[in-house]
């Protein structure tokens, strides 16, 4: 076995996640991470940027780098090796970030993802949510910024609910009207916000059942895997299904796409050196 | 419905209905048969030649909405893989298996003996008794009827049926059971269906009084229970249609209109509508009192003409039994092609003097609605009368927005009330 | 006097209109939405009156000789002098509210760099409003939130850059404080403040106060009953006006549409959430109507989506998409997708502006449709709502109208984002009058 | 001899010309001669071979047509192709159409067949009806009827008899185009590199658009020029798509399925051509022939009843192993009840059968890809990886 560096780059459609890796067989260590929010820039320049920032804050270069896998909306970025797709990679980067994990949950901006893995990450089943931006991480973005709330504080807000406002309706545009109309009767930002993350996490109860999870770990990754309250609405909604899934979520969450990455990068780098011997 | 105010012909048809419950779920006890099979082409009185008990996933479907458990049902079903773009009766019924099958009197509903799958008028039955039939692995009977896609029906159409009666279903059902088929049987039967019928024709056509005694619509659905369901065919549907007909006469007699659910005749009609399309069950109430808050009372319906279209003179006959039962699947409303779903609809506007023709669109129903924005424009341009269109679901509560329905509905009833008044001078 | 109000309850905004009893129109006014909905019709309602009172004063000096062929000018003036009162006046509510609201853990020990950025903020946000209204300035939006809150955000940020302060900080006590202010109605007093801004105006020399000053007084004077109310709109069940005063938004978007063009037989309104056609006979009384289901695909807040997704304002979109000459096809519309189909095209390597072009089309397919289902295009066609404000939306309409119906006449009235107030207040004169 | 680029450019003409021009030609070169429209699944294109008139394939309108009248006829929740189709008729593109079959795929097209005969009552229109009851005595004789039928009223419409001796020359030039679209079939499995998907289904699409006899030669030609050309093999896994019989998906989606690794081997897409998966005797009775190969020997799909349990999902599972599919993906378009009532069934039997599947929705006229890479792509990982 021989050490190698291993670079994971995730260009979602909020931010862009980099990290480096130092791998050794089944030995993996973390060297670097960034995130950068993309706010209208081009994604690709920032994937550059962002790399080259990782790189430096672990004193390499890039020819140190064995291996670099992109994932996410990558397949054109030009400097990588090879290609991963998301619920490839987030499911691998789950089982490292908590190796208890059966079940992933990724929510993104606009498209929620389930993934259900064995102990290796490997994928078994998984769904994505439709084309259809209900209950999406933006629409609770749009209903934060609107009540003044700081995406970090929706969290904790939530969890100060004691009278959770239903949200009716399915669209996520006629729902934000929905939740104006809520303030104007002077309903509580926490119960609005709680309200939300119930709609949400029934739909995500669904997206896990629908992949045949049942029970075990399901780690929550992407960027809404942050929303404490997202989480504490999740775990209720799964103990009323009566179903033995409890949901968690990890410091780290947001790069699990780009952890999982770089990892398969690492495998997939052996691999190839191995057929390449054998030839 | 518990808090509503009940007629007589309500409670005798509440009757009949736990009545049959009692049979399915006590068939361990008595021994008797159970056959799952749908509203429309419903084959009651051969069922009735096997003393087969008649289970309709349908109406269970209604019931669970109704009671407002369907939408937990559905949801359990798209869980289980089941697309959340598909009929939702499907799911009701597939997600009520999931959630232990309990029937609405409480008792665990038994597995079918046999699913007759008699469609007509729509394809998804299809498909449904092929999930249904997966999970209860019984016999399956299967009874096409062609659809009427030149707006009539062929003799070719009618042998096939005849034969796949005689041929299928007939042995099907004689081996099921284990009773020998004797045609005299089916013969009475029919003999009191058609009695019914002509009860239940003689109803719905007294919504062409002013003001009507009948909602055709919402009241429409029950007086369309017995002969829809189990009951066609026996004795007590017959009592049932005479105790209706006695109400319906004493409120014309006395000019008053049908009763809400409030308990109070609604007399003061202001609109005069013709709906097609099935209600919404879920908000079944809230839905009605939409209608006769604004004075608006349904004179006629399609709706009431899925599980046999009577008023256009067809009666079950018994001297010709089989031929008889496949002209009856053949008719059914959503069997006939879309140039003859606009005639009925525009004969109604027209024989019922209705000031326009609404339409509930429902999601989950395809047989319905694909194409009844073309049906809408037709009858607008036959009638001269405007027609409205509002859109709902079935059983699946996330569909229904009472909201949306209201102001589309306000602002029909508004600009029907603006028409009449000629110059703008409406306020 | 006797006004009469119709007030629309939008989605995004809410619009008032006054009108006397010769449904003679006095004045108009508007507001967004994104708050309490009394709050809104309160403020619209306080909008058109002010407006009513400008349209007074016209009346009045209109009698003055000496005044003669400077009278739009003077106008403008008193008005964006006011206009300037009124911004000054929240401005400060909003700074206050502002320092109330740097509490809370995420402030600890942050407190004093915060008050003093923010303190800076508005003084630069002081300083910049003279040229937001000055004769002639463009100003990028009517409201209060959208000047100030890109203003703020402008300025905002690298004063926290120079501060060392991260800028979220300042961004969330302005999303906090924007929405107690919007809630709160602009303090009353027009009087007081038309005053002031008179003052203002004559000391900027161009007015000569004598002559000026005693009309406005007089026309200050007259009081303005407010006879009936109509609502009307998406919100309108839950205005605080008894039942008899509410009436659907399709029967006054088809009146008020027949009140400006009484040729009109089909009309087209694409408001916030909502995009309706609508066929009028030649009294103004709807025949038919169709509006988008319960899905919002396509209609005007797609555009704010967009606008947020580019970092523009509203009124610049339709400019932008103007400048393409390649339209590129957009086939999937949900509002909220909208920025991510944006950002694919982006890409891809399409152009904005093209990308743009193929969004202001697809909305307009849309609509399209609706004006299928509802029968169709008929002479004369009437465009209204906030979207008929938008130029390439607008081309794009004409375009496919000719293609598909021919050569029929187009009526779009810079003021239609009024219509369905217009409607409700022939509606309340109706009501009284007849 | 042509290469594939030459054929594709032929069939990719057809594929996208909305306005159907060579149709259109075909019909102006002799007077008299008549053109008949059919909608997915399944027609027997032999009969309306037989009657001198050319069966043109209608299958909705794609990713380029803009829909602005089709809209104004169908809810949100029903799928494009019915839309679609009643734009291409609403603004002229069908004014040629003499005829239009509706085959019984669902209550949509079903209900579309009325519409049609509304919207265009001068072209002779017919909802064509196959039987569930795949007993010769009763489907079958039911079937030999409907076929009759179906004759009279092409005769009627072109006023000539069709005789037993057209039918039988028209069911051998069909016969020689489904063993040469099973030959295509079988090289595609074999070698997908030499014959991705993005061309065959085009070649497929445009063969319902041409006169039977040359479509035959182009698949010969394509074969020949395929075999021949180097084109490189990718690491790309195998699969299977199935559920997209009905409403086409845009070109697009095929080509970023194999864009995001995978080969697809087999696939259920406009499947009237392969319908029949035996000859029709051209011996005896030619409707009874007819009607027994379909009775007897035709594709399992969600629009034909499974009279036994035990067999559904069957056809499938053995397809996928004739072909070498590694997994399955279920495409089916949204809101259509068919396909997607049928999923889970499907889903139980390739479970069971230890194939990997996974489903996603499409629309005709999709746009966004990005999903669809990333569920075949995960896929595609998830094969490649771990089996
Ligand atoms: N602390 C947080 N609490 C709640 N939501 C958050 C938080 N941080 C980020 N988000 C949300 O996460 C989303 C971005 O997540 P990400 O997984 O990066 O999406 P994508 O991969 O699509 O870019 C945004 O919608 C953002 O609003
Ligand atoms: N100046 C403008 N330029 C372009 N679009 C505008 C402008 N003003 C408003 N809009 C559009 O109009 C929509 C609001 O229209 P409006 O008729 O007020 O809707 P509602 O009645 O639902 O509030 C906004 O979502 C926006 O897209
Ligand atoms: S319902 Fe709303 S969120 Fe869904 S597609 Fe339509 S606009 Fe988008
Ligand atoms: S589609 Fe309509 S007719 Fe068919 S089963 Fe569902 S509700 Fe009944
Ligand atoms: S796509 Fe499906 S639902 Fe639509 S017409 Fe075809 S088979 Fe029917």
Same mark, same amino acid.
């Given at each position: 076995?021989?050490?190698?560096?291993?670079?994971?780059?995730?260009?979602?459609?909020?931010?862009?996640?980099?990290?480096?890796?130092?791998?050794?067989?089944?030995?993996?260590?973390?060297?670097?991470?960034?995130?950068?929010?993309?706010?209208?820039?081009?994604?690709?320049?920032?994937?550059?940027?962002?790399?080259?920032?990782?790189?430096?804050?672990?004193?390499?270069?890039?020819?140190?780098?064995?291996?670099?896998?992109?994932?996410?909306?990558?397949?054109?970025?030009?400097?990588?090796?090879?290609?991963?797709?998301?619920?490839?990679?987030?499911?691998?980067?789950?089982?490292?970030?908590?190796?208890?994990?059966?079940?992933?949950?990724?929510?993104?901006?606009?498209?929620?993802?389930?993934?259900?893995?064995?102990?290796?990450?490997?994928?078994?089943?998984?769904?994505?949510?439709?084309?259809?931006?209900?209950?999406?991480?933006?629409?609770?973005?749009?209903?934060?910024?609107?009540?003044?709330?700081?995406?970090?504080?929706?969290?904790?807000?939530?969890?100060?609910?004691?009278?959770?406002?239903?949200?009716?309706?399915?669209?996520?545009?006629?729902?934000?009207?929905?939740?104006?109309?809520?303030?104007?009767?002077?309903?509580?930002?926490?119960?609005?916000?709680?309200?939300?993350?119930?709609?949400?996490?029934?739909?995500?109860?669904?997206?896990?059942?629908?992949?045949?999870?049942?029970?075990?770990?399901?780690?929550?990754?992407?960027?809404?895997?942050?929303?404490?309250?997202?989480?504490?609405?999740?775990?209720?909604?799964?103990?009323?299904?009566?179903?033995?899934?409890?949901?968690?979520?990890?410091?780290?969450?947001?790069?699990?796409?780009?952890?999982?990455?770089?990892?398969?990068?690492?495998?997939?780098?052996?691999?190839?050196?191995?057929?390449?011997?054998?030839? | 419905?518990?808090?509503?105010?009940?007629?007589?012909?309500?409670?005798?048809?509440?009757?009949?209905?736990?009545?049959?419950?009692?049979?399915?779920?006590?068939?361990?006890?008595?021994?008797?048969?159970?056959?799952?099979?749908?509203?429309?082409?419903?084959?009651?009185?051969?069922?009735?030649?096997?003393?087969?008990?008649?289970?309709?996933?349908?109406?269970?479907?209604?019931?669970?909405?109704?009671?407002?458990?369907?939408?937990?049902?559905?949801?359990?079903?798209?869980?289980?893989?089941?697309?959340?773009?598909?009929?939702?009766?499907?799911?009701?019924?597939?997600?009520?298996?999931?959630?232990?099958?309990?029937?609405?009197?409480?008792?665990?509903?038994?597995?079918?003996?046999?699913?007759?799958?008699?469609?007509?008028?729509?394809?998804?039955?299809?498909?449904?008794?092929?999930?249904?039939?997966?999970?209860?692995?019984?016999?399956?009977?299967?009874?096409?009827?062609?659809?009427?896609?030149?707006?009539?029906?062929?003799?070719?159409?009618?042998?096939?049926?005849?034969?796949?009666?005689?041929?299928?279903?007939?042995?099907?059902?004689?081996?099921?059971?284990?009773?020998?088929?004797?045609?005299?049987?089916?013969?009475?039967?029919?003999?009191?269906?058609?009695?019914?019928?002509?009860?239940?024709?003689?109803?719905?056509?007294?919504?062409?009084?002013?003001?009507?005694?009948?909602?055709?619509?919402?009241?429409?659905?029950?007086?369309?229970?017995?002969?829809?369901?189990?009951?066609?065919?026996?004795?007590?549907?017959?009592?049932?249609?005479?105790?209706?007909?006695?109400?319906?006469?004493?409120?014309?007699?006395?000019?008053?209109?049908?009763?809400?659910?409030?308990?109070?005749?609604?007399?003061?009609?202001?609109?005069?509508?013709?709906?097609?399309?099935?209600?919404?069950?879920?908000?079944?109430?809230?839905?009605?009192?939409?209608?006769?808050?604004?004075?608006?009372?349904?004179?006629?319906?399609?709706?009431?003409?899925?599980?046999?279209?009577?008023?256009?003179?067809?009666?079950?006959?018994?001297?010709?039994?089989?031929?008889?039962?496949?002209?009856?699947?053949?008719?059914?409303?959503?069997?006939?092609?879309?140039?003859?779903?606009?005639?009925?609809?525009?004969?109604?506007?027209?024989?019922?003097?209705?000031?326009?023709?609404?339409?509930?669109?429902?999601?989950?129903?395809?047989?319905?609605?694909?194409?009844?924005?073309?049906?809408?424009?037709?009858?607008?341009?036959?009638?001269?009368?405007?027609?409205?269109?509002?859109?709902?679901?079935?059983?699946?509560?996330?569909?229904?927005?009472?909201?949306?329905?209201?102001?589309?509905?306000?602002?029909?009833?508004?600009?029907?009330?603006?028409?009449?008044?000629?110059?703008?001078?409406?306020? | 006097?006797?006004?009469?109000?119709?007030?629309?309850?939008?989605?995004?905004?809410?619009?008032?209109?006054?009108?006397?009893?010769?449904?003679?129109?006095?004045?108009?006014?508007?507001?967004?939405?994104?708050?309490?909905?009394?709050?809104?019709?309160?403020?619209?309602?306080?909008?058109?009156?002010?407006?009513?009172?400008?349209?007074?004063?016209?009346?009045?000096?209109?009698?003055?000789?000496?005044?003669?062929?400077?009278?739009?000018?003077?106008?403008?003036?008193?008005?964006?002098?006011?206009?300037?009162?009124?911004?000054?006046?929240?401005?400060?509510?909003?700074?206050?509210?502002?320092?109330?609201?740097?509490?809370?853990?995420?402030?600890?020990?942050?407190?004093?760099?915060?008050?003093?950025?923010?303190?800076?903020?508005?003084?630069?946000?002081?300083?910049?409003?003279?040229?937001?209204?000055?004769?002639?300035?463009?100003?990028?939006?009517?409201?209060?939130?959208?000047?100030?809150?890109?203003?703020?955000?402008?300025?905002?940020?690298?004063?926290?850059?120079?501060?060392?302060?991260?800028?979220?900080?300042?961004?969330?006590?302005?999303?906090?404080?924007?929405?107690?202010?919007?809630?709160?109605?602009?303090?009353?007093?027009?009087?007081?403040?038309?005053?002031?801004?008179?003052?203002?105006?004559?000391?900027?020399?161009?007015?000569?106060?004598?002559?000026?000053?005693?009309?406005?007084?007089?026309?200050?004077?007259?009081?303005?009953?407010?006879?009936?109310?109509?609502?009307?709109?998406?919100?309108?069940?839950?205005?605080?006006?008894?039942?008899?005063?509410?009436?659907?938004?399709?029967?006054?978007?088809?009146?008020?549409?027949?009140?400006?063009?009484?040729?009109?037989?089909?009309?087209?309104?694409?408001?916030?959430?909502?995009?309706?056609?609508?066929?009028?006979?030649?009294?103004?009384?709807?025949?038919?109507?169709?509006?988008?289901?319960?899905?919002?695909?396509?209609?005007?807040?797609? @555009? *704010?989506?967009?606008?947020?997704?580019?970092?523009? &304002? !509203? #009124?610049?979109?339709?400019? =932008?998409?103007?400048? /393409?000459?390649?339209?590129?096809?957009?086939?999937?519309?949900?509002?909220?997708?909208?920025?991510?189909?944006?950002?694919?095209?982006?890409? @891809? *390597?399409?152009?904005?502006?093209?990308?743009?072009? &193929? !969004? #202001?089309?697809?909305?307009? =397919?849309?609509?399209? /449709?609706?004006?299928?289902?509802?029968?169709?295009?008929?002479?004369?066609?009437?465009?209204?709502?906030?979207?008929?404000?938008?130029?390439?939306?607008?081309?794009?309409?004409?375009?496919?109208?000719?293609?598909?119906?021919?050569?029929?006449?187009?009526?779009?009235?810079?003021?239609?984002?009024?219509?369905?107030?217009?409607?409700?207040?022939?509606?309340?004169?109706?009501?009284?009058?007849? | 001899?042509?290469?594939?680029?030459?054929?594709?450019?032929?069939?990719?003409?057809?594929?996208?010309?909305?306005?159907?021009?060579?149709?259109?030609?075909?019909?102006?070169?002799?007077?008299?001669?008549?053109?008949?429209?059919?909608?997915?699944?399944?027609?027997?294109?032999?009969?309306?071979?037989?009657?001198?008139?050319?069966?043109?394939?209608?299958?909705?309108?794609?990713?380029?047509?803009?829909?602005?009248?089709?809209?104004?006829?169908?809810?949100?929740?029903?799928?494009?192709?019915?839309?679609?189709?009643?734009?291409?008729?609403?603004?002229?593109?069908?004014?040629?159409?003499?005829?239009?079959?509706?085959?019984?795929?669902?209550?949509?097209?079903?209900?579309?067949?009325?519409?049609?005969?509304?919207?265009?009552?001068?072209?002779?229109?017919?909802?064509?009806?196959?039987?569930?009851?795949?007993?010769?005595?009763?489907?079958?004789?039911?079937?030999?009827?409907?076929?009759?039928?179906?004759?009279?009223?092409?005769?009627?419409?072109?006023?000539?008899?069709?005789?037993?001796?057209?039918?039988?020359?028209?069911?051998?030039?069909?016969?020689?185009?489904?063993?040469?679209?099973?030959?295509?079939?079988?090289?595609?499995?074999?070698?997908?590199?030499?014959?991705?998907?993005?061309?065959?289904?085009?070649?497929?699409?445009?063969?319902?658009?041409?006169?039977?006899?040359?479509?035959?030669?182009?698949?010969?030609?394509?074969?020949?020029?395929?075999?021949?050309?180097?084109?490189?093999?990718?690491?790309?896994?195998?699969?299977?798509?199935?559920?997209?019989?009905?409403?086409?998906?845009?070109?697009?989606?095929?080509?970023?399925?194999?864009?995001?690794?995978?080969?697809?081997?087999?696939?259920?897409?406009?499947?009237?051509?392969?319908?029949?998966?035996?000859?029709?005797?051209?011996?005896?009775?030619?409707?009874?022939?007819?009607?027994?190969?379909?009775?007897?020997?035709?594709?399992?799909?969600?629009?034909?009843?499974?009279?036994?349990?035990?067999?559904?999902?069957?056809?499938?599972?053995?397809?996928?192993?004739?072909?070498?599919?590694?997994?399955?993906?279920?495409?089916?378009?949204?809101?259509?009840?068919?396909?997607?009532?049928?999923?889970?069934?499907?889903?139980?039997?390739?479970?069971?059968?230890?194939?990997?599947?996974?489903?996603?929705?499409?629309?005709?006229?999709?746009?966004?890809?990005?999903?669809?890479?990333?569920?075949?792509?995960?896929?595609?990982?998830?094969?490649?990886?771990?089996?």
């Amino acid at each position: 076995m021989t050490e190698i560096i291993t670079a994971g780059i995730d260009i979602g459609s909020g931010c862009v996640k980099t990290v480096l890796f130092k791998v050794n067989g089944s030995d993996a260590q973390w060297l670097a991470k960034e995130t950068a929010r993309i706010r209208n820039r081009d994604p690709f320049q920032l994937a550059n940027d962002s790399y080259e920032h990782a790189l430096k804050h672990a004193g390499l270069k890039r020819g140190d780098v064995a291996y670099v896998a992109s994932t996410g909306d990558a397949e054109n970025l030009k400097f990588s090796t090879g290609h991963f797709y998301s619920m490839t990679t987030h499911g691998r980067g789950a089982i490292y970030l908590n190796p208890n994990t059966r079940s992933v949950l990724d929510i993104g901006a606009l498209n929620g993802r389930a993934i259900k893995v064995d102990a290796s990450g490997k994928v078994l089943s998984y769904k994505m949510t439709s084309q259809c931006a209900s209950g999406s991480g933006q629409f609770l973005e749009n209903i934060a910024r609107y009540l003044g709330i700081a995406q970090d504080e929706i969290g904790s807000l939530s969890q100060q609910a004691n009278d959770p406002e239903k949200v009716s309706s399915i669209c996520a545009v006629l729902a934000e009207t929905d939740v104006i109309n809520m303030v104007s009767r002077g309903i509580t930002a926490p119960n609005i916000l709680k309200g939300i993350h119930e709609s949400m996490a029934v739909r995500l109860a669904k997206l896990l059942k629908s992949i045949g999870s049942t029970d075990g770990l399901v780690l929550m990754t992407g960027g809404l895997a942050l929303d404490t309250g997202l989480v504490a609405a999740l775990n209720e909604a799964l103990v009323k299904e009566k179903v033995n899934l409890v949901a968690e979520s990890h410091p780290d969450s947001i790069y699990a796409g780009a952890i999982g990455a770089s990892l398969w990068g690492a495998f997939r780098h052996e691999k190839l050196t191995r057929l390449v011997k054998a030839a | 419905m518990s808090e509503a105010i009940k007629e007589k012909s309500m409670l005798l048809q509440k009757d009949m209905i736990s009545r049959n419950y009692e049979a399915i779920t006590s068939k361990h006890e008595t021994g008797r048969k159970v056959a799952s099979t749908f509203v429309p082409g419903n084959l009651n009185e051969l069922l009735m030649c096997f003393d087969i008990v008649n289970n309709l996933p349908e109406i269970n479907a209604i019931q669970n909405g109704m009671r407002k458990v369907s939408g937990n049902y559905i949801l359990e079903a798209e869980k289980h893989g089941h697309s959340e773009d598909v009929c939702t009766y499907v799911k009701a019924d597939i997600g009520m298996m999931g959630k232990g099958n309990i029937a609405p009197n409480g008792k665990p509903f038994p597995n079918p003996d046999v699913l007759l799958l008699s469609y007509t008028g729509c394809y998804t039955f299809m498909k449904w008794f092929e999930l249904l039939r997966e999970q209860y692995k019984c016999p399956t009977l299967m009874l096409h009827v062609p659809y009427e896609g030149d707006g009539h029906s062929t003799k070719n159409m009618r042998d096939y049926i005849v034969k796949q009666l005689k041929e299928v279903v007939i042995p099907g059902l004689e081996q099921v059971s284990g009773v020998k088929f004797d045609i005299d049987r089916l013969r009475q039967y029919l003999k009191n269906s058609a009695k019914a019928e002509d009860g239940l024709v003689w109803c719905l056509e007294q919504g062409k009084i002013k003001p009507s005694p009948i909602d055709a619509y919402f009241g429409g659905v029950y007086y369309i229970g017995p002969m829809f369901t189990a009951f066609r065919g026996t004795p007590e549907s017959i009592v049932y249609y005479e105790e209706l007909m006695k109400e319906v006469q004493a409120r014309i007699d006395n000019k008053l209109g049908p009763v809400t659910p409030d308990g109070t005749p609604f007399n003061d009609q202001k609109y005069r509508l013709v709906v097609e399309g099935p209600p919404n069950w879920t908000n079944f109430r809230e839905f009605w009192k939409m209608f006769y808050d604004e004075g608006a009372v349904v004179v006629a319906s399609s709706y009431t003409k899925v599980g046999g279209m009577y008023d256009l003179g067809f009666r079950h006959d018994p001297d010709h039994p089989l031929e008889t039962l496949a002209d009856y699947c053949l008719g059914c409303y959503t069997n006939r092609n879309l140039p003859t779903r606009v005639d009925i609809l525009a004969k109604y506007v027209e024989e019922y003097e209705a000031d326009g023709l609404l339409i509930n669109s429902i999601k989950s129903c395809n047989s319905f609605s694909a194409g009844q924005l073309m049906i809408m424009k037709e009858v607008e341009k036959r009638t001269g009368k405007p027609g409205a269109f509002i859109e709902s679901d079935l059983v699946d509560p996330r569909y229904f927005s009472a909201a949306n329905i209201k102001n589309r509905l306000e602002s029909y009833f508004q600009m029907i009330e603006q028409k009449r008044r000629g110059t703008g001078k409406a306020a | 006097m006797r006004c009469f109000i119709g007030i629309d309850l939008g989605s995004t905004t809410t619009k008032a209109v006054v009108m006397d009893e010769n449904t003679q129109l006095l004045g108009r006014g508007i507001t967004n939405s994104r708050s309490n909905y009394d709050t809104a019709a309160a403020v619209s309602k306080q909008e058109a009156l002010i407006d009513t009172r400008l349209t007074l004063f016209r009346r009045g000096l209109s009698a003055v000789p000496e005044v003669s062929g400077k009278v739009d000018s003077i106008l403008a003036d008193l008005e964006r002098n006011f206009r300037h009162v009124q911004f000054l006046e929240q401005l400060d509510d909003l700074e206050q509210t502002c320092v109330r609201n740097v509490k809370g853990p995420r402030y600890v020990g942050k407190e004093t760099g915060v008050n003093t950025a923010l303190a800076e903020v508005f003084k630069q946000l002081r300083q910049s409003s003279h040229a937001l209204f000055q004769p002639g300035a463009r100003r990028k939006s009517d409201f209060f939130r959208d000047l100030a809150g890109s203003d703020f955000m402008q300025f905002g940020e690298p004063v926290a850059r120079d501060a060392g302060l991260p800028f979220d900080l300042l961004v969330n006590v302005y999303d906090k404080s924007i929405i107690e202010v919007e809630n709160r109605p602009p303090a009353g007093d027009m009087e007081g403040k038309f005053l002031r801004a008179l003052e203002k105006a004559s000391g900027s020399g161009d007015i000569d106060s004598a002559s000026v000053v005693k009309p406005v007084k007089d026309a200050l004077a007259i009081p303005l009953e407010e006879t009936y109310v109509v609502g009307t709109g998406y919100g309108r069940v839950r205005l605080p006006f008894p039942k008899e005063h509410i009436r659907s938004e399709i029967l006054c978007h088809g009146l008020g549409a027949h009140m400006m063009y009484p040729d009109t037989r089909t009309v087209l309104d694409i408001g916030g959430q909502d995009t309706k056609g609508i066929q009028v006979d030649p009294q103004g009384i709807v025949e038919n109507f169709q509006m988008n289901d319960r899905c919002a695909a396509g209609c005007g807040r797609y @555009l *704010g989506y967009i606008a947020d997704e580019m970092n523009m &304002g !509203l #009124h610049e979109l339709g400019p =932008l998409a103007m400048k /393409s000459n390649k339209t590129v096809r957009i086939n999937s519309t949900c509002t909220v997708f909208a920025g991510a189909e944006l950002r694919d095209r982006l890409a @891809l *390597g399409e152009k904005r502006e093209d990308i743009l072009a &193929g !969004l #202001h089309r697809s909305i307009i =397919l849309r609509a399209m /449709s609706i004006l299928s289902r509802a029968g169709g295009v008929k002479d004369q066609f009437t465009f209204t709502g906030g979207v008929a404000k938008n130029e390439a939306a607008v081309r794009e309409l004409r375009k496919l109208i000719k293609e598909n119906y021919g050569d029929v006449t187009i009526n779009i009235n810079p003021d239609s984002i009024y219509t369905g107030a217009l409607g409700g207040a022939t509606f309340a004169v109706r009501a009284v009058v007849n | 001899m042509s290469s594939t680029a030459e054929i594709m450019a032929r069939c990719q003409g057809l594929f996208e010309d909305l306005n159907y021009s060579d149709a259109r030609a075909w019909k102006a070169k002799v007077p008299g001669r008549k053109v008949v429209g059919f909608l997915p699944v399944y027609v027997p294109l032999e009969m309306v071979h037989a009657a001198g008139c050319l069966p043109l394939g209608i299958f909705g309108g794609g990713d380029q047509l803009e829909v602005i009248h089709g809209d104004a006829y169908y809810q949100s929740y029903i799928c494009r192709i019915p839309r679609s189709t009643i734009e291409l008729g609403v603004t002229g593109r069908l004014d040629f159409v003499d005829g239009m079959l509706f085959p019984f795929v669902c209550d949509v097209i079903r209900n579309l067949s009325g519409i049609w005969k509304m919207m265009f009552p001068n072209v002779w229109t017919k909802f064509f009806d196959t039987p569930q009851n795949f007993d010769s005595s009763i489907g079958g004789t039911y079937y030999v009827h409907e076929l009759q039928e179906l004759r009279e009223g092409l005769e009627n419409l072109t006023g000539r008899k069709i005789t037993d001796d057209d039918l039988r020359r028209s069911i051998k030039l069909y016969n020689e185009n489904r063993r040469l679209i099973r030959e295509v079939y079988a090289f595609r499995a074999r070698e997908p590199w030499r014959a991705p998907t993005s061309e065959v289904y085009v070649i497929m699409r445009a063969g319902l658009m041409m006169e039977v006899e040359e479509h035959n030669q182009i698949l010969r030609d394509y074969m020949d020029a395929a075999a021949r050309e180097d084109r490189p093999q990718r690491d790309n896994v195998r699969v299977a798509i199935y559920g997209s019989f009905c409403e086409q998906p845009p070109l697009n989606l095929i080509k970023s399925v194999e864009m995001a690794g995978c080969y697809v081997v087999d696939d259920d897409y406009s499947l009237v051509n392969r319908f029949l998966t035996e000859d029709v005797p051209t011996d005896g009775d030619p409707l009874a022939a007819l009607a027994e190969t379909y009775l007897k020997h035709s594709v399992e799909t969600s629009c034909k009843y499974v009279p036994k349990e035990e067999d559904k999902g069957k056809f499938h599972v053995e397809s996928v192993r004739k072909s070498g599919a590694e997994g399955v993906i279920y495409a089916t378009p949204s809101f259509c009840d068919p396909a997607l009532l049928d999923r889970p069934m499907i889903a139980h039997r390739l479970t069971e059968a230890g194939i990997p599947h996974i489903n996603f929705k499409y629309a005709e006229n999709s746009g966004q890809m990005q999903p669809i890479r990333e569920q075949a792509g995960t896929f595609a990982d998830s094969l490649k990886l771990w089996s």
